[in-house]
């Protein structure tokens, strides 16, 4: 199983930056898909997931409006579009697979996670 993040980077206040999340090694429609990400001396924390059929979504209420989580079950890929990106978001973001979870929030329902692409945002 490999879960390989991509498009972090360093980027200004207000600026966009799309996650990607490339998956292997299993099968990719029967997972829900999870962003989780982890700020220095800060838990992991939820961002975003979408369930494994793609009609169902959630986010942190402090990323509604600004993230949209979507999935390509052709492509085994998952992506995150982040939009007016604050200070506040700098972490390193990690994907998550789980086997058709519904408690799409709670990390300790997932399987399989990558190792992170870090997110750095200037004021």
């Known amino acids: 199983v490999q879960l390989v993040e991509s498009g972090g980077g360093l980027v200004q206040a207000g600026a966009s930056l799309r996650l990607s999340c490339a998956a292997s090694?299993?099968?990719?429609?029967?997972?829900?898909m999870g962003w989780f990400r982890q700020a220095p001396g800060k838990e992991r924390e939820f961002v975003a997931a979408?369930?494994?059929?793609?009609?169902?979504?959630n986010y942190a209420d402090s990323m509604k409006g600004r993230f949209t989580i979507s999935r390509d079950n052709g492509e085994n890929t998952v992506y995150l579009q982040m939009k007016t990106l604050k200070p506040e978001d700098m972490a390193v973001y990690y994907c998550a697979a789980g086997y058709r979870v519904l408690g799409l929030a709670n990390r300790e329902n997932y399987d399989y996670w990558g190792q992170g692409t870090q997110v750095t945002v200037s004021s």
């Open positions: 090694g299993f099968t990719f429609s029967q997972y829900s």
């Open positions: 979408i369930n494994w059929s793609g009609d169902r979504s």
